[in-house]
């Protein structure tokens, strides 16, 4: 089936959106992604919280309660059938005439949510994949999960164009995140990622590896490291929703370490892998 959720409504995917609702004009809102496993939305409540806390950054009042979201998303996902995938959704500030400042209390938040078919990368998290490096252009507020990504898109773009899997962001000579992950390096049996302030998005996969870390007695640095200590990490790795969890082997032609999956990255991808596998069952 090919349903989508347009305010508190499952109807066809053919609905039309108004041209003048803020997300087309102005990015004026916030989404959230989340993966399906086996028929089940993965981490569906931490996806929740981090939608209202994108709100309150930006003053949106969310339409409905997130339980009730959370509610209608489990719906939409078995009226679509849909058993491994993705559900995108998006809140906007809504449909109103085109001024810079917020609309009126009259004016409503415009809610979207559709899910589309798409595999575990399973065999890239086994063999590991190619990054590039890419100046870090965007706003200083990163954390919020807002709809503005054309620099987020710009970078994938020259991650594609030269056969990588990501591009891994830095401003100056400081590794931030990814166009659409986290990243983390691994060193003398450490993990180092960037702290979660306004630079990068508290990516969930993120927060749930760090989690995983403690059962694995992992250490955890979140802590800024740069461009140099990236390249000669013993490990690379990227995290996201649905990625999961990839190893990075290369970066702008340089070879991480001896360019094969690090042992450390191996136990990670194992948790998680085990992670969605446990909660898929209850």
Same mark, same amino acid.
């Given at each position: 089936?090919?349903?989508?959720?347009?305010?508190?409504?499952?109807?066809?995917?053919?609905?039309?959106?108004?041209?003048?609702?803020?997300?087309?004009?102005?990015?004026?809102?916030?989404?959230?992604?989340?993966? !399906?496993?086996?028929?089940?939305?993965?981490?569906?409540?931490?996806?929740?919280?981090?939608?209202?806390?994108?709100?309150?950054?930006?003053?949106?009042?969310?339409?409905?309660?997130?339980?009730?979201?959370?509610?209608?998303?489990?719906?939409? !996902?078995?009226?679509?059938?849909?058993?491994?995938?993705?559900?995108?959704?998006?809140?906007?500030?809504?449909?109103?005439?085109?001024?810079?400042?917020?609309?009126?209390?009259?004016?409503?938040?415009?809610?979207?949510?559709?899910?589309?078919?798409?595999?575990?990368?399973?065999?890239?998290?086994?063999?590991?994949?190619?990054?590039?490096?890419?100046?870090?252009?965007?706003?200083?507020?990163?954390?919020?999960?807002?709809?503005?990504?054309?620099?987020?898109?710009?970078?994938?773009?020259?991650?594609?164009?030269?056969?990588?899997?990501?591009?891994?962001?830095?401003?100056?000579?400081?590794?931030?995140?990814?166009?659409?992950?986290?990243?983390?390096?691994?060193?003398?049996?450490?993990?180092?990622?960037?702290?979660?302030?306004?630079?990068?998005?508290?990516?969930?996969?993120?927060?749930?590896?760090?989690?995983?870390?403690?059962?694995?007695?992992?250490? !955890?640095?979140?802590?800024?490291?740069?461009?140099?200590?990236?390249?000669?990490?013993?490990?690379?790795?990227?995290?996201?929703?649905?990625?999961?969890?990839?190893?990075?082997?290369?970066?702008?032609?340089?070879?991480?370490?001896?360019?094969?999956?690090?042992? !450390?990255?191996?136990?990670?991808?194992?948790?998680?892998?085990?992670?969605?596998?446990?909660?898929?069952?209850?």
């Amino acid at each position: 089936m090919n349903k989508m959720l347009f305010n508190d409504q499952i109807m066809d995917r053919d609905t039309l959106v108004d041209i003048e609702d803020r997300a087309y004009q102005f990015g004026d809102g916030i989404y959230e992604v989340i993966g !399906v496993y086996n028929g089940k939305p993965l981490m569906l409540d931490e996806h929740m919280e981090r939608l209202e806390r994108s709100a309150r950054e930006i003053r949106l009042t969310l339409p409905e309660s997130t339980s009730e979201l959370k509610r209608k998303l489990e719906e939409l !996902v078995s009226v679509n059938e849909l058993e491994e995938g993705i559900i995108y959704m998006q809140v906007s500030r809504g449909i109103a005439s085109r001024e810079h400042y917020f609309p009126g209390e009259n004016v409503q938040p415009v809610t979207v949510a559709y899910t589309r078919e798409e595999e575990r990368m399973t065999d890239v998290e086994d063999r590991g994949a190619k990054a590039v490096l890419v100046e870090d252009i965007r706003w200083l507020r990163c954390d919020i999960k807002t709809l503005n990504l054309l620099p987020n898109a710009m970078a994938k773009q020259e991650a594609v164009e030269n056969n990588a899997i990501e591009a891994i962001l830095h401003r100056g000579e400081t590794v931030t995140e990814a166009s659409a992950s986290n990243v983390f390096i691994v060193k003398n049996g450490e993990l180092y990622t960037h702290p979660a302030n306004n630079y990068i998005l508290n990516g969930i996969t993120r927060k749930k590896i760090i989690q995983l870390c403690d059962s694995l007695n992992i250490k !955890v640095n979140e802590e800024t490291y740069s461009v140099d200590d990236l390249l000669q990490a013993d490990e690379v790795f990227v995290s996201a929703t649905k990625l999961d969890v990839v190893p990075i082997l290369n970066v702008d032609d340089h070879t991480i370490a001896d360019g094969t999956p690090g042992e !450390v990255t191996k136990r990670i991808v194992e948790a998680f892998r085990s992670l969605y596998q446990q909660d898929v069952k209850n």
